[in-house]
């Protein structure tokens, strides 16, 4: 049997989305014979993708490079991390566990390079994540209480769907109060990254955040 594909899903195959799926449902009465299938492939002429997905490149600091387990601390147990980073010699090994909140030391807004409202960070998700529909979720906090801002949400992103086994790129837009508060004179700021999880996908780790330049 062949099918045809149209322009729209040929330009989304073309594309880099992780997670893609293709499903195959059958309809056939209870009374016949089983469907097999088998050989199933794309036809026709031949498109390469015009470029590979290169994620914006982020300018890190120490602290957000998580190479001090000691700048941080979780609910639960967290680690240093040396087989699975982005750059540096360690990364943050969090769980597993189904719920855990990390924090970062109070810190000076001194020690961040390059702030703009586009933050970015690295997560590792394991090779075996079990039920793609339920990975996870992050959320992820700013406090500066000495300017007013307590527990402020920068955002949520969802943990399914990504490329297992290796390193994921997510990106979070501050607001334009968060933005400022990150480029005033302040001693006593913290992120806080809550991570909900099915256990049975294993731990993930977190490594080189910090702040994308440019408009995307």
Same mark, same amino acid.
């Given at each position: ?26 309809? @056939?009465? %209870? ?5 097999? +299938?088998?050989?199933?492939? %794309? ?20 602290? %957000?490079? +998580? ?22 010699? !360690? ?6 566990? &189904? ?29 075996? !994540? ?11 906090? %700013? ?9 402020? &949400? ?25 933005? !400022? ?13 809550? @991570? ?14 910090? +702040?994308?330049?440019?408009? &995307?």
């Amino acid at each position: 049997m062949e099918f045809p594909i149209d322009a729209a899903t040929e330009q989304l195959l073309l594309g880099n989305y992780p997670g893609v799926r293709l499903r195959i449902t059958s309809n @056939i009465g %209870l009374c016949g014979q089983d469907v097999l +299938f088998g050989a199933v492939r %794309l036809g026709g002429d031949l498109t390469c993708q015009s470029y590979p997905s290169i994620p914006p490149a982020i300018l890190s600091s120490s602290l %957000l490079r +998580f190479e001090n387990v000691g700048d941080w601390s979780g609910t639960a147990a967290i680690s240093a991390e040396v087989n699975h980073v982005v750059e540096g010699s !360690a990364a943050l090994d969090v769980g597993p566990v &189904p719920w855990i909140r990390v924090s970062s030391r109070p810190f000076s807004t001194s020690e961040l390079q390059g702030v703009t409202s586009r933050f970015a960070l690295k997560i590792f998700i394991p090779s075996e !994540a079990g039920n793609q529909n339920w990975v996870g979720g992050m959320n992820t906090f %700013l406090d500066c209480p000495d300017l007013g801002l307590y527990s402020s &949400p920068i955002g949520y992103h969802a943990l399914q769907y990504l490329e297992n086994g290796e390193f994921n790129q997510i990106e979070l837009t501050l607001t334009s109060l968060q933005e !400022a508060a990150l480029t005033s004179p302040s001693e006593t700021c913290q992120l806080h990254f809550e @991570i909900t999880s099915n256990p049975v996908v294993g731990g993930f780790v977190l490594d080189s955040a910090g +702040f994308i330049q440019g408009t &995307p």
